[in-house]
């Protein structure tokens, strides 16, 4: 047990230096760069566990990635600062370095040694296991935002499509109506004014 408490805060320490790092290189606020260690640390360590518990590394990142997100919305929330300033450097340690590595050696690989069975599907194992790690990065990093978004703008917003082009009718009609009365009272109008 202690092993792997140990195991995980030195996986929080050393994932949490890249995001640091990278949080630098993109001229972050002082402020705000220990939340940039948290948020990478939480990344990391979060999907570590989720791997730990059986899922595989594209749906670990996944949900890894929502977490930061999560973190990261409640932050910019608090502290009135962009999201990205978060979310950027704290993904970092999520990004699928050996995948990509490995799929870019087997593709010089072919190029200098021809291309045979093994080498292309070892390819196409590892690039798509790097897009779809990719894919998961950017989808768990919107999905809060988005959901964020939806539930917390006013009601009159919320209301659906359907229910817009309801009400929108019956605006409608109000307006028909009032021109209709509108009319009728000018035509009256004018039928009093020839008559008197």
Known sequence: M????????????????????????????KESLLKCAYGGAIGY???????DFGFSIELATFFASSIVGMVALYWSR???????VYTIASIIPLLP????????INLINM????????????????????I?????????LALPSLYYIRYNRPYRLRVSY??????????NKKKNNRKKYRLKYEYDNQVDNIFT
């Not at 779809?132 to 768990?140: M, N, R, T």
């Open 2 to 29: 202690l092993s792997i408490i140990i195991e995980y805060i030195l996986n929080a320490v050393f994932s949490a230096i890249p995001a640091v790092g990278f949080a630098m290189v993109f001229n972050v606020p």
């Open 45 to 51: 360590c979060s999907r570590q566990m989720f791997m």
């Open 78 to 84: 608090k502290y009135i600062v962009p999201r990205p």
């Open 97 to 104: 370095g050996n995948p990509a590595f490995s799929a870019i």
């Open 111 to 130: 190029n200098a040694h021809g291309v045979s069975p093994e080498l292309i599907s070892m390819f196409i194992d590892n690039a798509l296991r790097t």
């Open 132 to 140: 779809i790690v990719l894919g998961g990065i950017g989808f768990g």
């Open 162 to 171: 359907s229910k817009q082009r309801f009400y929108k009718k019956i605006q």
